[in-house]
């Protein structure tokens, strides 16, 4: 069980982004708490709202009527990635250079929009919505052949 306590192999990098972005995330909401939102918005927070409108956007944009189910997701792999990118500056290993980080980001990916799509559709329908893709999708192969 001596592997448990090894932080000096390869994944050091990643355990510190992760501790890093917790500590300062777990500050920022102490000082989110405080702010008034019928006041105007301090400037120190204007760039943290800049990025989770830009991120919001992006979702809309490209995912519709459900957009708020994902919304969060998008937001916090788009901050692990631009800090996990960015740690290769401070001589840090790039998290996401390991395969195990990025299939981990891709399998919950997978998991959290096939699950969105059993609750808002109820598994019938689901299962209704995978056979007609693939009924279309051979029409359009049969026809491309």
Partial sequence: ??????????????VII?????????ILSFFIK????YKKTPIWMVPFLWIVDLVN?????????RWKAYAPWFLTLVIFIFFANISSIYLLDNPTSYIIVT???????FVIIQVTGIASLGFGGYLKARSEERRVGKECRSRWS
């Fill in 57 to 65: 956007g992006f979702v809309k944009e490209n995912i519709g009527i």
């Fill in 1 to 14: 069980m001596t592997f448990l306590y090894d932080f000096y192999g390869p994944m050091t990098s990643t």
């Fill in 34 to 37: 405080k702010v008034d939102p």
């Fill in 103 to 109: 299939a981990a980001l891709a399998f919950c990916s």
């Fill in 18 to 26: 992760c501790a890093v972005l917790c500590v300062f995330f777990i």
